[in-house]
C-alpha cells in the first residue's frame, strides 16, 4: 500500500502542499488533511462564488465540505508533494542564477557596445549603409539596459521571500497514484518504457523505476 503523506501541520511555517500535477495549469494547492465540517474554502471565497455564480449559499458550502472530504490523507488523489522550503529554495537559486547571468550579459555586451560605438560609417557607399550600423549602435545599447534590468528585477524579487516557488515536485521520483501508477522504466541504450500498475505493485517496486 502507498504511504499516506506525512502530516503538514508541524507547528512551523513550513509545510507541504499536493497540487494535480496531471492537469491544467494554475490548480489551487489544497492542503491534505482533516477539514471535517469547517470545509476547504473561506468565508470570502464563499462570498466571492456567491457573487459570481448566484448559486445558493447552502450549496456553496456544502461544496467547501465535500471538497474537504477529497483531501483526507486517504483519498485517491496524486500524491505530488510540494515542500514550502524546497520550493522557495530552488526558486531561489534560480533566480541567484538569472542574477549572475544578467549581470554577466550586461557586463558582455557594455563592453561590445562601448567597441562598436567607435566604429565609423566614414566609408560608407550609401545611406542605407549608415544606417544598418547606427541600428547596431542603438540594439546594443537597448541590450546592455535590458539586461541591467533583468539582474536588478531578479534582486528585488530576491528581496522579498516567498514571492516565488519553484513548484516542481519535491521528488519526481515518489510521483504516483494511489490507484494506478505509471512507472518508467530505464532500458539499455538511454530509451524509456511506460506501463501501468496497481499502487501495492509500484509500491513493491519504487526502487527500480521512475515512476510519473
Known amino acids: 500500500m502507498a504511504k499516506n503523506p506525512r502530516s503538514t501541520q508541524t507547528g512551523d511555517d513550513d509545510y507541504s502542499i499536493y497540487p494535480r500535477m496531471d492537469e491544467r495549469p494554475g490548480n489551487y494547492g489544497w492542503r491534505i488533511g482533516s477539514y471535517h465540517e469547517r470545509g476547504v474554502l473561506s468565508v470570502e471565497q464563499i462570498d466571492l462564488l456567491e457573487q459570481q455564480s448566484g448559486l445558493p449559499r447552502e450549496v456553496l458550502e456544502r461544496c467547501s465540505i465535500e471538497l474537504g472530504n477529497c483531501l483526507e490523507n486517504d483519498a485517491a488523489i496524486n500524491l505530488v508533494e510540494v515542500r514550502k522550503s524546497v520550493a522557495l529554495r530552488r526558486a531561489k537559486a534560480t533566480l541567484q542564477d538569472v542574477r549572475h547571468e544578467a549581470r554577466h550579459a550586461a557586463r558582455k555586451l557594455d563592453e561590445l557596445s562601448g567597441s562598436v560605438l567607435l566604429l565609423s560609417d566614414q566609408f560608407a557607399a550609401d545611406a542605407e549603409d ?52 505509471r512507472m518508467w522504466w530505464k532500458l539499455p541504450g538511454g530509451s524509456l518504457r511506460a506501463c501501468e500498475a496497481g499502487s501495492d505493485q509500484a509500491a513493491r517496486s519504487s526502487g527500480i523505476g521512475w515512476r510519473g
Open 130 to 181: 549608415r544606417t544598418v550600423l547606427k541600428n547596431l549602435k542603438k540594439q546594443l545599447t537597448a541590450a546592455v539596459a535590458t539586461a541591467t534590468r533583468v539582474g536588478r528585477t531578479a534582486d528585488l524579487v530576491l528581496a522579498r521571500p516567498g514571492s516565488a516557488a519553484d513548484m516542481s515536485p519535491r521528488d519526481k521520483r515518489r510521483i504516483h497514484d494511489k490507484v494506478v501508477s
